[in-house]
């Protein structure tokens, strides 16, 4: 995924953002970001610091955060997955704030079996509540190239992207339904590799086979695109319909079927 695409992609979804692009920030992961002390040695930058790769193997994992926060921007980031078996394994790209009233926006990626699909859980918390999960089985293999993975985060909605196409609208229903949603507290980027496999693949039932090991995920070109607001504009009928088959043919888990109505009122609301 080239720079020059991805500079297309903020233009062309800025009817998705509901705003003005104020500032663009590529971010220099030499400069720019921690690394976790507990995997460091586990982490490789390039000199130009415009990409990272994390690796985890029997010893540990490893992952990064960024020193600053940021409230309502769009996070784009290039991200290479491990190639062949990888079950158990969990690579991650999210936003966080900290504490027990914690928001949270998850592209968790859990490995599996060669020849198998990639699975991809998205989440959402907001002031420490979750139960927002919707998962899918990829449709490529991320492994092979790099694929641009994004998050539109405005006080209206949060949009999950994969190449620069909308595959989950998440809205803010403060206002009509009570329900939490994150307004107040700006989120770092952080981005993990780690042993999941009590749970990541088949409830756990496929473990992690160390020797492929050690299993490493490129990040590249991370852009954080701060946003003003302006008045709102719907999703495009062409948004909508690959949605709406994103759902029908690669969604396995909605949380909307998962729990009693009272807990998810939102999803009796219409999304567009």
Known sequence: ????????????????????????????????????????????????????????????????????????????????????????????????????????????????????????HTNIYSQGEGRKEKTYNLWYDPSEEYHLYSVVWNPERIVFMVDDKPIRVHNNHEKDLNLPYPTKQPMRVYASIWNGDDWATKGGSLKINWQYAPYVAHYRNLNITEYEQREDHPLTQEDKDYIEMVEEEHMIYNYCDAYEKELVRECDVPIY
């Open 1 to 120: 995924m080239s720079s020059s695409s991805s500079l297309r992609a903020v233009a062309a979804l800025l009817f998705i953002c509901n705003c003005l692009v104020a500032v663009s920030i590529a971010t220099d992961f030499v400069k720019d970001v921690d690394i976790d002390e507990w995997g460091k040695e586990h982490v490789k930058v390039s000199e130009d610091g415009a990409s990272l790769s994390l690796s985890l193997d029997k010893d540990s994992g490893s992952g990064f955060q960024t020193k600053e926060e940021y409230l309502f921007s769009r996070f784009d980031v290039e991200l290479k997955l491990s190639p062949g078996y990888s079950a158990g394994v969990v690579t991650t790209f999210y936003l966080s704030s900290l504490g027990t009233k914690h928001d949270e926006i998850d592209f968790e990626f859990l490995g599996n079996v060669t020849g198998e699909p990639i699975t991809l």
